[in-house]
């Protein structure tokens, strides 16, 4: 199948490639354009010293999507098959079975599962190991919880897969373009009480405040708060718990490149140090169409329809020209909130055989405080005392990441975007070497700075100035409930013809599955505009089994 018509992707991050994949499917000649030297965008790879670093996501879940991207031909976008087949979930197909990269996967990376999923630190010194298996858990939450909180366990689990299967696998592909549609969604999310904020959601649950942390802080990973963001998101919980967390050998820039070769092979090209400066409008029948892009040094490349992978708010405020936008004005998109944004400490250490005894490969260690923690960084936007972190550790499945006898790691602080004005160049060393003391005083790393062989750090600055994300917000805007489905920047843009988002910052949202998710309905949309493709489909499994 070839259609002969030309499609410019902005931004190679997964989103980005995923787009670029599906495009070449739906028979486009597809030309990615990237602003860094190379590809995956939030996901882009530090090297340094011989380690090799992540620089974003490094939570792999829902591998069924990684498979069905791989398995795409050109001509063959296969955008009628179910969404969720039914082999994918049976219990055969959980985490515990070891089922991680398809065979098609396979053939571009390795995938391999990662247990426990987190290891949870309380600043107590005690933990949770997270770990989806159901008598582990209730065995922890007898041993942390209070009176009462493992039969609040057993109806949170209840009522979070009931908000899983209607969410999540009824649900996750539907495109909000219209206020219909969302109100048609309104009583089912009232009768699952998916509304209220996900941290008022564990609190029917659970006494304790450490169980409430434990099944709360996964939106964190997202961009979002907790205590705002809506209990449809108690849904992650089961994502997570039915097909596992997962990690790419060689790190997710392995699962980058795989992306990137796929889609050459498809016939698609990518162009490096390319930012696009402009995106190209005309008038035509008293329409606007987006007619392509015009590159920082003045090239320009005509294109039948653009697809924008970059942050939603520099998108809409920079790339296009005021007098083309009247949904996406400049006063529409500066009131949406964005997501919060983040402090990460790249280091490489020599190992001396103790970093197993406490960590594991994924580790949340969170602080005293917990609400009026995420109100800091939300609301008040102030640089706390206090500070919960993700520490990753990838060599401890992976020792090929770092040279023999040593650790790459990286530890993530949440902090509040730029719209702070916190001065980061003053500020952040002396944070680093804060959080850096915490890890080795606190006994995660004993004799850690000792130990540091290569250390770098990255603040909001770089997400705005180097990521182009507006207010270096580092997820898109922030998905509180205002801010979601119908209300949630759409996939296909309202003001110009032919111009369509995909990733964090479209529906469904942030997330390395949800920019997947957003790829394949952005390519529904295109493919229903221009007539291409197979006829769209409605998203359900195709024999819907619970899970």
Do not use: C
């Not at 373009?177 to 699952?192: E, F, K």
């Amino acid at each position: 199948m070839e259609n002969g018509k030309k499609a410019i992707v902005i931004g190679s991050g997964i989103g980005g490639l995923a787009m670029g994949i599906r495009l070449q499917s739906l028979g486009f000649d597809t030309t990615i354009l990237e602003k860094l030297d190379g590809p995956g965008g939030r996901a882009y790879v530090r090297r340094a010293q011989g380690f090799t670093f992540d620089m974003g996501p490094t939570v792999i879940t829902v591998p069924h999507f990684i498979e069905e991207l791989f398995s795409l031909e050109r001509g063959q976008p296969n955008l009628n098959a179910p969404d969720f087949p039914s082999e994918i979930l049976g219990e055969e197909k959980r985490v515990k079975t070891g089922v991680s990269g398809g065979p098609n996967t396979s053939k571009y990376v390795q995938i391999v599962p990662i247990l426990p999923f987190y290891r949870i630190y309380f600043d107590d010194g005690s933990f949770f190991d997270y770990d989806g298996d159901p008598e582990h858990t209730r065995e922890q939450v007898a041993r942390l919880g209070e009176p009462g909180d493992l039969e609040g366990y057993e109806r949170f689990h209840r009522d979070a897969k009931a908000i899983f299967e209607r969410g999540f696998l009824e649900l996750g592909y539907t495109h909000f373009g219209d206020l219909g549609t969302m109100l048609r969604v309104v009583p089912d999310l009232l009768r699952l009480d998916a509304v209220r904020t996900l941290f008022g959601f564990t609190r029917k649950y659970f006494k304790s405040p450490k169980l409430r942390q434990v099944f709360s802080f996964e939106t964190l990973l997202v961009g979002g708060n907790p205590l705002s963001v809506p209990a449809i998101y108690a849904m992650i919980h089961f994502v997570e718990k039915t097909w596992g967390i997962h990690f790419a050998l060689g790190g997710t820039g392995a699962l980058v490149n795989g992306l990137v070769r796929k889609f050459q092979e498809l016939g698609g090209q990518i162009r490096y140090t390319a930012e696009v400066a402009k995106i190209n409008v005309q008038r035509q029948g008293g329409k606007k169409l987006a007619k392509g892009v015009t590159l920082l040094d003045g090239e320009i490349l005509r294109g039948d329809i653009v697809v924008s992978n970059g942050d939603y708010a520099n998108t809409y405020l920079r790339l296009i020209e005021p007098q083309y936008r009247f949904w996406n004005s400049d006063v529409v998109v500066k009131a949406r909130k964005q997501s919060m944004s983040l402090f990460v400490i790249y280091f490489g250490f020599r190992a001396d055989g103790s970093e197993a005894e406490k960590l594991r490969h994924h580790n949340i260690i969170l602080g005293p405080r917990y609400e009026g923690l995420l109100e800091d960084i939300f609301q008040n936007k102030v640089l706390a005392k206090d500070f919960p972190q993700y520490l990753h550790i990838p060599t401890l499945t992976d020792p090929k990441l770092a040279p023999p006898g040593h650790h790459a790691a990286y530890t993530l602080v949440p902090v509040p975007h730029n719209g702070s004005r916190l001065d980061w160049e003053l500020m952040g060393e002396p944070f680093a070497q804060k959080i850096l003391g915490f890890l080795e005083k606190r006994g995660y790393l004993p004799g850690l700075r000792e130990r540091l062989v290569y250390q770098s750090f990255v603040t909001p600055d770089y997400f705005e100035g180097t990521l182009n994300s507006y207010l270096g917000n580092a997820f898109g805007p922030e998905p509180v409930l205002i801010q979601s489905a119908f209300f949630r920047p759409h996939n296909r843009s309202e003001d110009i013809a032919n111009l369509y988002l995909v990733g964090a910052g479209a529906q469904p949202g942030a997330g390395t599955p949800s920019v997947m998710m957003s790829a394949k309905m952005t390519a529904r949309l295109i493919a229903e505009d221009f007539g291409v493709g197979a006829e769209e489909s409605s998203g359900r499994p195709d024999d819907f089994v619970t899970v």
